[in-house]
């Protein structure tokens, strides 16, 4: 079946530090690939995504290529600052006519000022 | 903007007792989302409607949970009867469906069972 896995947390850094989160998917079809940032006390808002192999999703920094080879999806960013504190989630869905949408777990990034 | 509304926000209630979450989806969106998140599980998927019907429900505890969409207005998600298990935030998104479409959250209900 599809899924998603993702490093688990937490990651702790300094601010100004390089971020690298992990994640690999396993999925039939051709799936679109997301990550989903979730700030204290709020629900989860798309971060970027990528719908096709080597596409790269960008925003706010944050950086994500979708490598079909090795069926990964892995999240980036140069310089982090402590607005970027939050759990973070990768997610697929596919083409295969249902509309759902599976998560990871989530990883919890903590930056320290 | 846009946003899914639901309510309420906190729910604490006493085992044994009915909990009824709602969620107003995004006007337009033909997708709607139940998802349970909790620290050991992470975010799970219990059930999911396009246009009104229930495509999927296999997540969810069939003896007790129950979801419906009245209206392509409202969605809900009822607990009958309420365990100490079931504490948790609840998430209701909606979207377009189709490919590569993304979802919209609601803030979630945070329940508490006692």
């Known amino acids: 079946g599809n899924s998603v896995t993702q490093m688990e947390g937490p990651v702790t850094l300094s601010e100004e530090a390089f971020l690298t989160i992990n994640c690999t998917y396993t999925?039939?079809?051709?799936?679109?690939l997301f990550w989903y940032v979730q700030y204290p006390g709020e629900g989860l808002q798309l971060l970027l995504k990528?719908?096709?192999?080597?596409d790269k999703g960008s925003n706010k920094g944050f950086e994500a290529t979708y490598r079909k080879e090795t069926t990964s999806f892995h999240l980036e960013k140069g310089s982090v600052q402590v607005s970027d504190s939050a759990v973070y989630f990768c997610?697929?869905?596919?083409?295969?006519?249902?509309?759902?949408?599976?998560f990871g777990k989530g990883t919890r990034l903590h930056i320290l000022p | 903007d846009a946003r899914v509304t639901q309510t309420p926000r906190h729910k604490v209630t006493e085992m044994g007792q009915e909990v009824t979450m709602r969620c107003q989806p995004i006007?337009?969106?033909?997708?709607v989302f139940w998802y349970r998140q909790t620290m050991m599980q992470g975010l799970e998927l219990l059930a999911y409607?396009?246009?009104?019907?229930?495509?999927?429900d296999s997540g969810m505890p069939k003896d007790r949970f129950s979801a419906e969409m009245p209206d392509a207005t409202l969605a809900t998600l009822k607990i009958q009867p309420s365990e100490p298990r079931d504490s948790a935030v609840y998430f209701c998104?909606?979207?377009?469906?189709?490919?590569?479409?993304?979802?919209?959250f609601g803030s979630g209900t945070q329940l508490s069972v006692l």
């Open positions: 998104a909606s979207g377009l469906g189709g490919y590569g479409e993304k979802l919209f």
């Open positions: 999925a039939t079809g051709y799936p679109s």
């Open positions: 990528a719908t096709k192999a080597d």
């Open positions: 997610a697929l869905s596919t083409t295969l006519g249902d509309d759902k949408i599976i």
């Open positions: 006007l337009g969106h033909n997708t």
């Open positions: 409607f396009r246009n009104r019907a229930p495509l999927d």
